[in-house]
């Protein structure tokens, strides 16, 4: 009996469970999140695209816009 429930596990892209995909953890700026084998060439590719749709911090080192604060 483990208190880890691992029901509610979901690939952060497509939502789909390891009752139906195989999933792996990643971690990224102490957030945890879960993906599949089909998902994880998003990551791969088109990480900055991808990770604020699903709420990680985009790394200081993507490319991207310049924001002028501070
Ligand atoms: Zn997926």
Redesign the pocket.
Known sequence: MSATTIATLT?I??Q?TEGE?PLTQWRMAGQRFW??P??LPFLIHRRAEVMPRWNLPVAAAAKGENHAEG
């Open positions: 690939c892209n497509c789909r995909i993906i599949c089909d998902c």
